[in-house]
């Protein structure tokens, strides 16, 4: 009799142990959730010799590293083209491209997966540039025909480049879950002439 009363308690006991355990680690599954960001962004910035702008766009992995740090890894395309007036129906053609493998580490001094993440970057890049233009050009006067006559050099550089990148980025979620977010980035960066080229570009990010 002692040991049939005993028997139900010891399950209990073994039942409400097993209970707990299941809810204690559920707690630290849940709090090493980390969701990454996938991003799309386009926008413009300055061309490598920082003379016009040119459009950006890039394919961003940002995953969460802790409560206020995440990591940005993307793949960024330039292009663009501006041709040079120099009036008298003279104009030379402009453009540049370039493809830039880009790392950046995001301070997030509110925390990550906010309603509205506010983040700090610095980081770098490297790529392959591609810039057409002149070196120089212009009018001069002729002096057996006394007429003004246009010439110039032009340039065309390309080759791989490396450089830093500092950026303010602000994204906001736009449904309950936070899956989806929009947002900007405000940039600095230097390129293939060592110019230090602003930008800005609209970003749509979703958690996965």
Not at 33 to 47: V, W
Not at 112 to 127: A, L, R
Not at 156 to 169: D, P, Q
Request: proline residues 4%.
């Amino acid at each position: 009799m002692p040991y049939s009363l005993r028997l139900p308690s010891v399950v209990a006991a073994l039942l409400g142990i097993t209970s707990y355990s299941a809810c204690a680690q559920s707690v630290p599954e849940a709090s090493m959730h980390r969701p990454a960001l996938f991003r799309l962004g386009l926008g413009s910035c300055l061309n490598g010799s920082g003379d016009y702008g040119v459009v950006k766009m890039y394919l961003e992995y940002a995953p969460q590293f802790g409560r206020h740090l995440r990591l940005g890894s993307r793949l960024a395309v330039i292009s663009g083209s501006q041709p040079y007036d120099f009036g008298r129906g003279y104009v030379i053609p402009q453009s540049y491209r370039a493809v830039n493998l880009e790392q950046e580490a995001y301070w997030v001094p509110f925390g990550v997966n906010k309603t509205v993440e506010f983040s700090v970057g610095i980081g770098g890049f490297g790529g392959y540039g591609n810039l057409k233009g002149l070196r120089y050009g212009g009018f001069s006067l002729n002096q057996s025909t006394n007429q003004l006559e246009f010439s110039y050099v032009a340039s065309n550089e390309r080759g791989f480049h490396v450089g830093y990148l500092a950026s303010l980025n602000v994204d906001v979620a736009i449904d309950h879950a936070r899956t989806w977010r929009v947002g900007g980035k405000l940039a600095l960066q230097n390129d293939s002439r060592a110019n230090i080229l602003p930008g800005a570009q609209f970003q749509i990010s979703r958690s996965w």
